[in-house]
């Protein structure tokens, strides 16, 4: 099955490298090791999932794996904010990656 763009499998590989380097700049505390690896594994997940669906043998398959990339992609949002809310990063930080997520 032809997947539409190659762009976005390059933007969310990019993105997830974004997500590991700040992961890999969070303080060692408990708090934030727990929050970022949950930031870690969705955030890295959104480009896994596109990449499977540009492989899909169906219409319905595609659809499924953008939709959990898009799940993955909701739940990397909100351990942003919970980074944020809590003091861990600061909001200008992530100002890019919100914008790219809200693309």
Known sequence: MLFASQDISARTKQFALRIARL????PKDTLSQVFGKQLLR????VGAHVREGRHSRSN????SKI????QELEETRYWTELLQDAGIVKPERLIKLTDEMDQ
């Open 67 to 70: 939709s959990v990339a898009l």
């Open 60 to 63: 319905a398959e595609l659809y």
């Open 42 to 45: 969705s955030g890295t997940s």
């Open 23 to 26: 992961y890999s700049s969070l």
